[in-house]
C-alpha cells in the first residue's frame, strides 16, 4: 500500500433498470426490487479493497453510471458516499454525477440525493417524440423528462440530456429539428448518441431498416450544425467549462477505478498500471505501452485530443498524420483530429498508431 497514489476518478455501476430498452447491450438487469442492502454492502467493500491498493488518495470525481441510478433508495446513495470519504480524500469541489431515467425520480427525491452530494444529473431523455419513445422501449414519456430536466434546472444542478439520433425514419432534417428543439431546453451539457444495433438485443432481432452511413454522416454534420453548444468530444457538446469531468479524465487517460459488476477501470498503483475488470476486484498489470494506446484511441475523440509525452511521440506514425493534415493536426502539446477526421475516427485510429 502507499499513501503517495495520484488522485483516481471512481465510477460506480448500479446495474438495475425498470425494464430493458430495445436497443440496451449495456449490463443491466431489470429489476425494480432489487436487495439495495446487499449492493451496497459489495459496493462497499470494493471501495475498501481499493482504499488499501490505492492510500487515501484525492478523488475529483464520482460517477454514478447504469442502468438506471436514480431507482437507488437515497440511503443506498447515502450509505455509498459514506463510504467513500471514510476511504478517500474527496476533493473539495468533487464531481458527483448521477444518471438517471425519467419517471424514476421526482422533486423530492432529487432534493434528497442533493443534499446527499449529486451536484450532477444526466438524464436520459433520448427523443422529444413520445412514438419515438415508445419505439426505443423507454417506460416514460416525453412530458416527464422535459419535468425532470426543469426540477433539476430549478435546483441549479450542472444538467446533462442524452438524446439518440439515427432511428430508422430519421434524416438530416428531422435531426436538425431536434437539435433546435434541444436548443430551447437551454441545457449546459448535450450527449448525442447514434443508434447503433446490437446483435443481442431486441433490434438486433428485427432487421430495421437504418439511414446508410452517408445519411449518418451527413445527420452527425446537421447536429454539429444546429446544437448551440460546441462539441468537446464525438458524441458529447457543452458550455465552455461545463463538460464532464469526469468522462474527460477517462478520455485523456487517467487514472479511474470502476466500482461494481460489469464496471471497468485503470489504476495506477505505485508507479505501474492496471486493468481493473469490476467483479470481485480482479486486475492484472498493464505496460506503459498499452496503456498509451487506449490513451491516444480515447484522447482523439476529444476536440482537444491527446496529450504528447513521450510514450505518445513513441506510439504515433508521425508521418502518416504529416501526411493527412486535412484529417489530423499536431500542435506543440496535443495530437487532435479535425472535423473531416471526426467523421472516420474508427479507420483514423488506425493509421493513427505505429
Ligand atoms: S435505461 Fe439505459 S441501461 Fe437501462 S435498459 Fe434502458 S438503455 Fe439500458
Not at 419513445?133 to 414519456?141: I, M, N, Q, V, Y
Not at 428485427?206 to 445519411?215: G, W
Not at 508521425?318 to 473531416?340: E, F, G, M, R
Request: charge should be negative; include cysteine.
Amino acid at each position: 500500500m502507499s499513501g503517495m497514489n495520484c488522485p483516481h476518478n471512481i465510477y460506480i455501476h448500479v446495474p438495475f433498470c425498470m425494464s430493458k430498452c430495445k436497443y440496451c447491450a449495456f449490463y443491466s438487469v431489470a429489476n425494480l426490487q432489487p436487495d439495495w442492502k446487499k449492493y451496497a454492502d459489495g459496493i462497499c467493500s470494493e471501495l475498501q479493497f481499493w482504499a488499501e491498493k490505492l492510500g487515501r488518495i484525492k478523488i475529483p470525481t464520482v460517477f454514478f453510471g447504469g442502468g438506471t441510478p436514480s431507482l437507488m433508495p437515497t440511503s443506498t446513495f447515502d450509505q455509498i458516499m459514506s463510504c467513500i470519504q471514510k476511504c478517500f480524500d474527496l476533493d473539495e469541489n468533487c464531481e458527483i454525477t448521477l444518471e438517471s431515467n425519467p419517471g424514476t425520480l421526482d422533486a423530492n427525491k432529487l432534493r434528497d440525493f442533493v443534499r446527499c452530494g449529486v451536484n450532477r444529473l444526466s438524464v436520459g431523455v433520448q427523443s422529444l417524440t413520445d412514438g419515438e419513445l415508445e419505439f426505443l422501449g423507454r417506460k416514460h414519456d416525453v412530458r416527464q423528462a422535459l419535468n425532470l430536466l426543469k426540477t433539476a434546472q430549478n435546483m441549479n444542478l450542472r444538467v446533462s440530456g442524452d438524446f439518440i439520433y439515427g432511428l430508422p425514419n430519421h434524416n438530416e432534417k428531422s435531426v436538425e429539428n431536434l437539435c433546435k428543439q434541444i436548443n430551447q431546453l437551454k441545457l449546459e451539457h448535450v450527449s448525442m448518441y447514434e443508434l447503433t444495433i446490437e446483435k443481442h438485443t431486441p433490434f438486433g432481432q428485427m432487421n430495421l431498416n437504418m439511414p446508410d452511413n452517408e445519411t449518418m454522416a451527413r445527420m452527425y454534420e446537421a447536429i454539429q450544425g444546429t446544437l448551440n453548444l460546441p462539441r468537446y468530444e464525438v458524441s458529447n457538446y457543452a458550455t465552455p467549462g461545463q463538460e464532464c469531468r469526469h468522462n474527460q479524465n477517462i478520455w485523456w487517460g487517467g487514472a479511474y477505478i470502476g466500482i461494481g459488476r460489469g464496471a471497468a477501470g485503470r489504476p495506477y498503483i505505485d508507479g505501474v498500471w492496471y486493468d481493473e475488470m469490476g467483479n470481485n476486484e480482479r486486475f492484472e498489470k498493464i505496460s506503459n505501452e498499452t496503456r498509451t494506446v487506449e490513451k491516444i484511441i480515447t484522447g482523439i475523440r476529444t476536440t482537444r485530443g491527446v496529450e504528447l509525452d513521450s510514450y505518445v511521440l513513441n506510439q504515433i506514425n508521425t508521418d502518416w498524420i504529416k501526411k493527412h493534415n486535412d484529417l489530423v493536426a499536431l500542435s506543440d502539446k496535443y495530437l487532435y483530429a479535425l472535423p473531416k477526421g471526426f467523421l472516420i475516427l474508427d479507420n483514423l485510429i488506425l493509421d493513427l498508431i505505429k
